[in-house]
């Protein structure tokens, strides 16, 4: 069960930390790719050491392919996962609602700038990039546990800058589903993409790490 808590209360720390930023902060790009990426980081050294500090499906998924974690564990990571989203976001909804801002908002991801095809593209490359980090780094055999937290705090922080402005840059199920519940519309419309994009990423960095640079045992 502390496996379980410390996966909610990561994937809580990302969302509520990251979408913060974004609707009450109010930042710009760079304010909010180091708000999800020092989220991460902070939240992996905090809970890592307890649940392996995965806080979204798509890593959940990528580590059940190269069986660093049981199928059992898996589903419920994924479901502690997004109920921590879920909650990060309903506490997000009753501060911008103190701040009388409209809560509809709250930094829900959508891509009303391009179009469905090009959108899944980005998702899938952005998380493929990410997961072929976290795996590498985590790796037993040529991994760097002490500076892993670090390395995948910074390479998510990049990964938002180039797709922020693209798609909310997502690269996790959770952190969009969260969001789109309470904020509705085109965000929830498109739940289908954060989902699916996501989960092809790290379907072929699990491969390509396993077969391509021998990441596994």
């Not at 990571?77 to 709250?106: D, H, M, R």
Request: hydrophobic share 55%.
């Amino acid at each position: 069960m502390r496996k379980y808590i410390s996966e909610f209360l990561g994937t809580f720390m990302l969302v509520f930390i990251g979408t913060s930023s974004v609707v009450i902060a109010k930042g710009n790009v760079l304010t909010i790719a180091l708000a999800f990426g020092l989220a991460i980081t902070v939240s992996a050294y905090a809970f890592g050491g307890i649940s392996g500090g995965h806080f979204n499906p798509a890593v959940t998924t990528a580590m059940l392919i190269n069986r660093r974690i049981s199928a059992t564990d898996a589903i419920a990571y994924i479901i502690s996962q997004v109920l921590g989203a879920t909650f990060a976001s309903l506490f997000v909804k009753i501060f911008v609602g103190a701040l009388s801002l409209p809560t509809n908002q709250l930094g829900q991801t959508d891509f009303p700038k391009i179009s469905t095809g090009i959108a899944f593209l980005v998702e899938v490359l952005a998380t493929f990039l990410f997961l072929m980090v976290i795996i590498n780094v985590t790796s037993k055999d040529h991994g760097d546990a002490a500076r892993a937290g670090v390395v995948i705090g910074l390479t998510l922080s990049l990964l938002i800058i180039f797709a922020l402005n693209l798609t909310g840059a997502s690269l996790n199920p959770a952190r969009s589903f969260g969001p789109a519940i309470f904020a509705g519309g085109s965000a929830l419309k498109h739940i289908w993409l954060y989902i699916l994009a996501p989960e092809v990423g790290a379907i072929l960095a699990a491969l390509c790490s396993k077969y391509l640079l021998g990441s596994e045992d």
